[in-house]
Structure formats: C-alpha cells, structure tokens
C-alpha cells in the first residue's frame, strides 16, 4: 500500500534541489536571499507531524522549486552582464 506522506528522501530532494536551483542566479543578492529563505522555510516546517498538512506543504515546496527554476532562467536572459563586488575574488 504506498503511502502519501513524503518521506525523507522526498524533503531531502527538494530542499537540495531549491539550493541547487539558489546557486543558479547571476546575482548575489537574489542567490543568498533564495538560499536564506529555503533554510528558514525548512526550519519552520522541521516539527510539522500531521501528514495532510506536510503534505501541502511538500506540493507548495514543488511549486516554489519550478517557480524558482523559472525565475532563474528568465534572471539569466535578462540579467545586467556586471558583476557583484561580492562575486569578485580577493586577490591577496
């Protein structure tokens, strides 16, 4: 009988695929703020126990993964070709 709580493998998945998709933008502040608000989302969400509401839960974490892949992709078309200070290398 297959189950319709997400498994650990499943929150897993998605909270590494939001990071990997975070890392995709060009700029720094989009990056960090991305990656800032999945942490904070998966923290706040870490005591949740009753399996329709993490259910939701996991379905609106989806949505935000393709919306996130969506806005990383029309970031990369449109974004300005100058780097951010805080992208630069230090070279001491």
């Given at each position: 009988?297959?189950?319709?709580?997400?498994?650990?493998?499943?929150?897993?998945w998605?909270?590494?695929s939001l990071?990997r998709?975070a890392?995709q933008?060009?700029?720094?502040?989009?990056?960090?703020?991305?990656?800032?608000?999945?942490?904070?989302?998966?923290?706040h969400?870490?005591?949740?126990?009753?399996?329709?509401?993490?259910s939701?839960?996991?379905?609106?974490?989806?949505?935000?993964l393709?919306?996130?892949?969506?806005?990383a992709?029309?970031?990369?078309?449109y974004a300005?070709?100058?780097t951010?200070?805080m992208?630069?290398?230090?070279?001491?």
């Amino acid at each position: 009988m297959a189950s319709t709580t997400p498994r650990k493998v499943e929150v897993l998945w998605l909270f590494r695929s939001l990071l990997r998709t975070a890392r995709q933008f060009c700029d720094y502040n989009v990056r960090e703020y991305t990656k800032r608000r999945t942490i904070d989302a998966f923290r706040h969400n870490k005591s949740l126990s009753e399996p329709s509401h993490l259910s939701s839960v996991i379905s609106d974490g989806k949505a935000q993964l393709d919306l996130a892949k969506r806005q990383a992709l029309v970031y990369k078309l449109y974004a300005p070709k100058m780097t951010s200070i805080m992208d630069l290398k230090p070279t001491i």
